[in-house]
């Protein structure tokens, strides 16, 4: 049972557009949640976090936003850029757990000049 | 400031070798965790450790084994190789309250 889904295995923009990176979850008791960014060979950075009491939370070109009734996360990025192409996992976690993270298959994101 | 470093970085196995993964952090951070990221399965959760000494199962993890006996070091042990466990390896360690801070992966394929 995937609790952490990520349905588009791939999205392609035009540089200076806005990317939109979707989200589900079916886990009720997740409190707080995360988008990592990968490169090729390298491990996933940390990008930007909401915790379950908010709706949006920004930091420079990315905001997150978090529809708790829906189970529904999304990450935009404005403008995107070139250097955005990469893949991107949501992840999250359930309060008590250790700080066990639960992912997402992941989108690769790629940004077209 | 190398944050986490794992070690080796690519290991060809032949079934039934074993090898030990190393994942080292210099942050002193308390939680360390081994995942496994395969094509269109993203990371899965193999083994975790909340502290020196202590280690727990996590969502795969048959096959594996690991030891935390230096709070900076976490090991992950293969004791008999099978090609369903060629997979991308990455260690993490917790940065923040919520954040992790993930090692560049070991790429191990089995033979």
């Known amino acids: 049972d995937q609790q952490v889904k990520q349905n588009s295995p791939s999205l392609s923009v035009q540089e200076g557009r806005i990317s939109i990176l979707n989200c589900d979850y079916t886990?009720?008791?997740?409190?707080?949640f995360l988008w990592y960014k990968k490169y090729p060979a390298e491990g996933p950075t940390f990008l930007i976090s909401?915790?379950?009491?908010?709706d949006k939370n920004e930091d420079g070109r990315f905001t997150v936003f978090l529809n708790k009734s829906a189970k529904h996360l999304s990450l935009h990025i404005v403008p995107s850029q070139p250097g955005d192409s990469a893949v991107y996992f949501c992840a999250a976690r359930s309060g008590g757990s250790n700080y066990k993270l639960t992912f997402g298959k992941g989108t690769l994101l790629t940004v077209n000049p | 400031n190398a944050g986490v470093t794992q070690t080796p970085k690519f290991r060809v196995l032949k079934t039934g070798q074993s090898m030990t993964l190393l994942c080292a952090q210099d942050m002193n951070h308390e939680y360390m965790y081994w995942y496994r990221q395969d094509p269109g399965m993203g990371l899965r959760l193999i083994h975790y450790?909340?502290?020196?000494?202590?280690?727990a199962k996590g969502e795969v993890p048959d096959g594996y084994n690991v030891s935390r006996l230096k709070k900076q070091n976490f090991l992950l042990g293969l004791e008999s190789a099978a090609p369903s466990q060629t997979s991308v390896y990455f260690c993490a360690s917790r940065r923040t309250d919520y954040g992790y801070t993930f090692g560049s992966g070991t790429r191990l394929t089995v033979v």
């Open positions: 450790s909340v502290g020196e000494g202590t280690t």
């Open positions: 909401i915790s379950s009491i908010k």
């Open positions: 886990n009720s008791m997740f409190d707080y």
